[in-house]
């Protein structure tokens, strides 16, 4: 029954955030002047922040950092969004929490974030469907991250921002993740199983290694859906 629910879970995500933690507000919200999103609301927290995608602000031949950069200017490519933001929605502030500095091994395309309040400090992951952004429908990976210096985002030297799955050639079409905190494993929805209908995967550490192989990725429901999906 609850492998049933984190499906159902999985199914309704879309491009919404897939369940509100009591307390929140959810009437005459207004975002005031966000950057432009594409992908959505990934997830909520319990402090009242939605992190959201951003399609970016990257310059070719590296990122644009300059103060003046067009919050609003889009990375062409595949998808979704190399930047993450956070609006604070009990003080209407956004804050810059990822942002793609390109090339391999770095989160270029977020599909989704699942974040574990359990762990001090608190662990996010975070779906890419671009780990490698010359090769962008042929890869996509899990990445898990930790704000180790404490300064409210992941942008950080001293942060951690790695790969959660070693093997980047496997999810190549994921969108919906979701954790079981219980067990510690991760249900991804991936869009390759029959006529293109969502398959989803289980990923479980089988050798405590604290990283999932390609051995520990296991298909588990083939979504019977003639609709398009994307959570």
Same mark, same amino acid.
Do not use: C
């Given at each position: 029954?609850?492998?049933?629910?984190?499906?159902?879970?999985?199914?309704f995500t879309?491009?919404?955030?897939?369940?509100?933690?009591?307390g929140y507000?959810?009437?005459?919200?207004?975002?005031?002047?966000?950057p432009?999103?594409q992908s959505?609301?990934?997830?909520t927290?319990?402090?009242?922040?939605?992190?959201?995608?951003?399609?970016?602000?990257?310059k070719?031949?590296?990122?644009?950092?300059?103060?003046?950069?067009?919050?609003?200017s889009?990375?062409s490519?595949?998808?979704?969004?190399?930047e993450?933001w956070?609006?604070?929605?009990?003080?209407?502030?956004?804050?810059?929490?990822?942002?793609?500095?390109?090339?391999?091994?770095s989160?270029?395309s977020? %599909? &989704? =974030?699942?974040? @574990?309040?359990? /762990?001090?400090?608190?662990?996010y992951?975070i $779906?890419?469907?671009?780990?490698?952004?010359a090769?962008?429908?042929?890869?996509?990976?899990?990445?898990?991250?930790?704000d180790?210096?404490?300064d409210?985002?992941?942008?950080?030297?001293?942060?951690?921002?790695?790969?959660?799955?070693?093997?980047?050639?496997?999810?190549?079409?994921? %969108? &919906? =993740?979701?954790? @079981?905190?219980? /067990?510690?494993?991760i249900?991804?929805?991936? $869009?390759?199983?029959?006529?293109?209908?969502?398959?989803?995967?289980?990923?479980?550490?089988d050798?405590?290694n604290?990283?999932?192989?390609?051995?520990?990725?296991?298909?588990?429901?083939?979504?019977?859906?003639?609709?398009a999906?994307?959570?």
């Open positions: 029954m609850r492998k049933l629910i984190l499906i159902v879970a999985l199914i879309g491009a919404t955030a897939w369940a509100l933690h009591s507000q959810t009437t005459d919200l207004t975002l005031t002047s966000p432009d999103t959505g609301v990934f997830t927290d319990s402090n009242n922040l939605l992190y959201f995608g951003h399609a970016t602000a990257r070719m031949g590296g990122l644009d950092k300059s103060a003046n950069r067009n919050p609003n889009r990375l490519g595949r998808g979704a969004s190399s993450i956070k609006y604070d929605v009990d003080g209407g502030t956004f804050t810059l929490f990822y942002t793609s500095p390109g090339g391999l091994t989160i270029n977020v %599909s &989704g =974030i699942w974040i @574990d309040e359990t /762990t001090t400090p608190w662990t992951y $779906a890419d469907q671009q780990p490698d952004p090769n962008p429908f042929t890869t996509g990976a899990v990445w898990i991250a930790q180790l210096t404490g409210g985002d992941i942008l950080d030297g001293g942060d951690r921002v790695e790969l959660y799955t070693t093997d980047i050639s496997v999810l190549v079409y994921i %969108s &919906g =993740i979701i954790r @079981d905190d219980v /067990t510690g494993e249900y991804v929805t991936n $869009a390759e199983g029959t006529l293109g209908n969502p398959m989803v995967y289980r990923l479980s550490d050798n405590i604290g990283y999932i192989e390609s051995g520990e990725m296991y298909a588990y429901y083939n979504l019977e859906n003639s609709f999906f994307a959570g």
